[in-house]
């Protein structure tokens, strides 16, 4: 289908604690993008993946997209108050013969300080 | 650079009402999107442009009308409220379509259907 699978959909931590999200397509993706949202805020760019097997990191963040460019991850380490919000993936996939970027339904990730 | 700029940022309208959702953006870019964001649904794609003069409907377009006269506007019009349109606006924009590039949101329309 259409959607774009993230799990969990929350997430709660203590800080210091580690943090990941999931994210998994049933076919193919060109690239895969992250967002973050804070409370009360709008989406923000955080990095694109584009190759099979890609790593790229963030200061504490690390993006991994899967070897068969289905599925996609995003950890935090060590996770800080400011890493409150809800985190998107959104992957290129072909529907109807036309590239759309489909959103996954975000993991929520509060924090107790 | 203002980047996107959505207005109004809060609104209530009764079931039945028409309004617009103004967006406009000073990036030059030629794509531009609306998305409406719901608890547990993510963010779902309502209509899009590639360009002035071109749309295309999204995931759920059902209830809204666009259109883009020019590159810098992309207004989103309900045509006949409902409560199932209570929701979180969010106009987009990037340089090219389909995820190639970037994606700027604007800072969303908090919409209310009573």
């Known amino acids: 289908g259409q959607q774009v699978m993230q799990i969990p959909q929350y997430q709660h931590v203590q800080e210091g604690e580690d943090f990941t999200t999931y994210c998994n397509s049933s076919t193919t993706l060109s690239n895969i993008q992250w967002y973050k949202q804070r409370p009360g805020g709008h989406p923000v760019f955080l990095i694109q993946l584009v190759k099979s097997g890609e790593v790229k990191k963030q200061k504490r963040l690390t993006f991994q997209f899967g070897e068969a460019k289905k599925n996609s991850s995003l950890h935090i380490t060590a996770t800080q108050t400011t890493d409150v919000g809800t985190y998107f993936c959104?992957?290129?996939?072909?529907?109807?013969?036309?590239?759309?970027?489909?959103f996954g339904q975000g993991t929520r990730l509060t924090i107790n300080p | 650079n203002a980047g996107v700029t959505q207005t109004p940022k809060f609104q209530v309208l009764k079931t039945g009402q028409s309004m617009t959702l103004q967006c406009a953006q000073d990036m030059n870019h030629e794509y531009m999107s609306w998305y409406r964001q719901d608890p547990g649904m993510g963010l779902r794609l309502i209509h899009y442009?590639?360009?002035?003069?071109?749309?295309d409907q999204g995931e759920v377009p059902n209830g809204y009308n666009v259109s883009r006269s020019t590159t810098e506007d992309f207004p989103l019009r309900l045509l006949s409220a409902a409560p199932s349109q209570t929701s979180v606006y969010f106009c987009?924009?990037?340089?090219?379509?389909?995820?190639?590039?970037?994606?700027?949101f604007g800072e969303g329309s908090w919409l209310t259907v009573v």
């Open positions: 442009s590639v360009g002035a003069g071109i749309t």
């Open positions: 959104a992957g290129m996939k072909v529907i109807q013969g036309a590239q759309k970027l489909v």
């Open positions: 987009a924009s990037s340089s090219h379509g389909g995820g190639r590039n970037t994606i700027y």
